[in-house]
């Protein structure tokens, strides 16, 4: 981490120098499939890994950032790295490197895909940092596929702040004549995605035109040229996981799998801090009788998200406990959440120095019109709202990197 001054720095002329240095790995990878977009990158990978592992095949995948440990990152036929595989991958990397200046994810990627091409799979599943076009994964020059899940606006500063701007850059990973599957997009976002595919000769395979989904009589349909399945809705909580399971499934079809794969993308798919519901723990032991959930989304599409996915569970008191980052849209992240949230527990993310002061999120969820106050701590903010509350829920959100600290002390 000490190897560049700036966290992000988009470029690829440092990736290649270094994939070149270790002997393109790159070029040696089982087939891949390279997913970019705003929301659902991971949940849509995460569900196609499922589906292809259903189907008996070793698939490698490539993730970030991870929630509480490194090792998330990096799953080699199905297994997270362990120590002794991640530590010599990184040491071969940063060795080539030579002391040359290259960011944290740019070497990490490259050892990603080192390990990969050293443990036999059938697949290689790669999702982008950040973008597409400047993000590190993007050096295959002929994927097996490519992903776009649905654009919204996020990280403007890097990817611009028009949706077109975002979605120029998302469409970066088109490679000529390899198809894509889109998700469900905004009108200008699809029109920049559509360009420069005619212009790459890229087939695409978009919902609403080639494929679409819905849930009838608590099963989740979906239908393409080939036919219609009637399969079990996704195992991720969350009306959005339902977009996200069409993309996952369209790409399985496109790949020939058949509805026993479908099936299992459903059903066998986990990912953590997607709206999931804590069980287990020091922190659900001081919960008592409330439940508590945690979830990761951090930008306004995923506070509308969220917002939704609250509005359907059954009736109960809900409580915020929220940080978030400085970088992010703040208010608009908070506005959907406060009609359907009773109150916000604003606390500062542990560690972390991007993160906003508690003091700054309450006053941003007040001026959205949510009751807030501060904790120093989330186990604090617990306490304070379950003393009033017995039987309330309770949601941690607003930041992958506090989801992973939960994680990290619930465990």
Known sequence: MSLHPKIIDLTLDRVWRLLHAVGDPQDRLPPVIHLAGTNGKGSTQAMLRAGLEGAGKRVHAYTSPHLARFHERIRLAGDLIDEDALTQVLDRCYAANNGDVITYFEITTVAAMLAFTETPADFTLLETG????????????????????????????????????????????????????????PDEALEVIEARATKLGCPLIAHGQHWHMWEERGRFIFQDETGLLDLPMPALIGTHQMQNAGIAIAALRHLGFDEDACAAAMRDVSWPARMQRLRHGPLVTAAGNAELWLDGGHNPAAGETLAQVLADLPKRPTHLICGMLNTKDI???????????????????????????????????????????????????????TRDNPDCRILICGSLYLAGKILQDNS
């Open 331 to 385: 208010a608009g992240y908070l506005r959907p959440l406060s009609k359907s949230a009773d109150s916000l527990t604003a606390v500062s993310i542990p560690d972390e120095p991007n993160t906003l002061p508690a003091d700054a999120t309450a006053r941003e969820a007040q001026a959205v019109g949510l009751s807030a106050s501060e904790a120093e701590t989330v186990r604090k903010a617990i306490t304070q709202i």
């Open 130 to 185: 950040l973008g597409g076009r400047l993000d590190a994964t993007n050096v295959v020059a002929q994927p097996e596929l490519t992903i776009i899940t649905p654009i919204s606006i996020d990280h403007t500063q890097f990817l611009g702040d028009t949706l077109a701007a975002i979605a120029g850059e998302k469409a970066g990973i088109l490679k000529r004549r390899v198809p894509c599957v889109v998700g469900p997009q």
